[in-house]
């Protein structure tokens, strides 16, 4: 089993990079970096996490909802490795709701995404894979989407005020 890796944090410039094509999906880099992903992602309590976030510009998403202490209501599913993928939304309205992330610690935000999306991706296997996700699940896809495009959750939030600490957005959460 790989090793898990540092997180880039915000402010690294690998995270604000247009993130380069696989081209070939078996190479032992691409099957190494994969495995680190999935190493990393198991020590935290993300749901999903970008190449780019372990320093590695390429288009490589794994998607791994699950319950944690900071998404307790998630849905379960088995973690998804997404080679150079794509979306289109089923609709065009969006619905805001809460984002944290790995390389924002401490901070969490009210973000628009669309509910319901079709995706297609090619899997670590090199099989075409095509998928509808919606909710949570589509949320976490278009996250880590952006990252391959050098965007945070951040970019798009739609006003300042939306943007709170985690501690904040726990107690307020707890409270309601």
């Not at 949320?139 to 965007?151: A, C, K, N, T």
């Amino acid at each position: 089993m790989a090793n898990p890796c540092a997180i880039a944090q915000l402010g690294a410039s690998v995270l604000r990079q247009q993130a380069e094509p696989v081209e070939d999906v078996h190479a032992d880099y691409i099957q190494e970096t994969i495995a680190v992903m999935r190493a990393t992602l198991a020590g935290t309590q993300g749901v999903g996490l970008a190449a780019p976030q372990i320093s590695v510009s390429k288009r490589i998403i794994i998607v791994a909802s699950r319950p944690t202490a900071r998404y307790p209501y998630a849905p379960s599913m088995a973690p998804v490795a997404m080679i150079n993928p794509s979306y289109m939304a089923c609709s065009t309205s969006q619905e805001k709701g809460w984002e944290g992330c790995l390389s924002i610690p401490s901070i969490r935000a009210l973000v628009p995404r669309y509910q319901a999306i079709d995706v297609a991706y090619t899997s670590q296997h090199g099989e075409r894979v095509t998928q509808h996700f919606e909710g949570f699940v589509a949320r976490v896809f278009q996250h880590e989407f952006d990252h391959l495009d050098g965007i945070v959750y951040l970019d798009r939030v739609e006003t300042n005020r939306d943007i709170f600490s985690e501690s904040e957005y726990f107690r307020q959460q707890l409270s309601a």
